[in-house]
């Protein structure tokens, strides 16, 4: 499963970017689609996640700030950060599964820094 992603950068705090993740059209349809996150010395946590009908998942510290959201036209999701702080820095990585319990693949990771 190759999943691109793109967008990552630097920002100051206060700042936005958005993040940008292609997957094969038979992927993007039918699998749970997200991003999770990685910061030196910590485990890899979930950031957002399309899991299904309803309302995506948001992990607590980004909600309000963070938005999941899909483009099936392109095959592609995105993950705009607003209000970005520096405890949002991290490698951020696209996400996707069969199911909920199903393998993790991963597409490549982008850097993100909230740096003043």
């Known amino acids: 499963v190759q999943l691109q992603a793109s967008g990552g950068g630097s920002v100051q705090p206060g700042g936005s970017l958005r993040l940008s993740c292609t997957a094969p059209?038979?992927?993007?349809?039918?699998?749970?689609m997200g991003w999770y996150r990685q910061s030196p010395g910590k485990l890899r946590d979930l950031v957002a996640r399309f899991e299904g009908v309803g309302t995506p998942n948001y992990a607590d510290s980004v909600k309000g700030r963070f938005t999941i959201s899909r483009d099936a036209s392109k095959n592609t999701i995105y993950l705009q950060m607003n209000s970005l702080k520096p405890e949002d820095t991290a490698v951020y990585y696209c996400n996707a599964r069969p199911s909920l319990t199903g393998a993790h693949y991963w597409g490549k990771g982008t850097q993100v820094t909230v740096s003043s």
């Open positions: 059209r038979n992927i993007f349809s039918i699998w749970y």
